[in-house]
């Protein structure tokens, strides 16, 4: 069982940043694969951006490919979402997830929310233009 807690979340204007974190615990070594999914009102919840334990980068999504950066302090057991230029249609909430098969590490595309076994409570971000 893994715990996950988001916090960062908030309401910007459009061009302002936000860094959300996610604080894991529980059986983190065995799930080396964290991401970052958001879902605006009304629409599927979507991958942003995933990052295995030891990889020196993430992957994106196109949609914010250069504007958000992912980072983990595997010490500390926390992802981190470095999100700049935001724009209103990045509005949602922002869910942490791990938990892929046992032992695997982050695919080479972006994980399907399904594919997740643990997700945090989320955190809203808003953006206003």
């Known amino acids: 069982q893994v715990q996950l807690q988001e916090s960062g979340g908030g309401s910007v204007q459009a061009g302002g940043s936000l860094r959300l974190s996610c604080v894991a615990t529980?059986?983190?070594?065995?799930?080396?694969?964290m991401a970052w999914f958001r879902q605006a009102l009304g629409k599927e919840r979507e991958p942003v951006a995933h990052?295995?334990?030891?990889?020196?980068?993430?992957l994106y999504a196109d949609s914010v490919q250069g504007r958000f950066t992912i980072s983990r302090d595997n010490y500390k057991n926390t992802l981190y979402l470095q999100m700049n230029s935001l724009k209103p249609e990045d509005t949602g909430m922002y869910y942490c997830a791990t938990g892929l098969s046992i032992g695997e590490y982050c695919f080479t595309r972006l994980a399907k929310a399904y594919e997740y076994r643990y997700w945090g409570q989320g955190t809203q971000v808003t953006v206003s233009s």
């Open positions: 529980g059986n983190t070594n065995r799930n080396p694969c």
């Open positions: 990052m295995s334990r030891g990889a020196g980068s993430g």
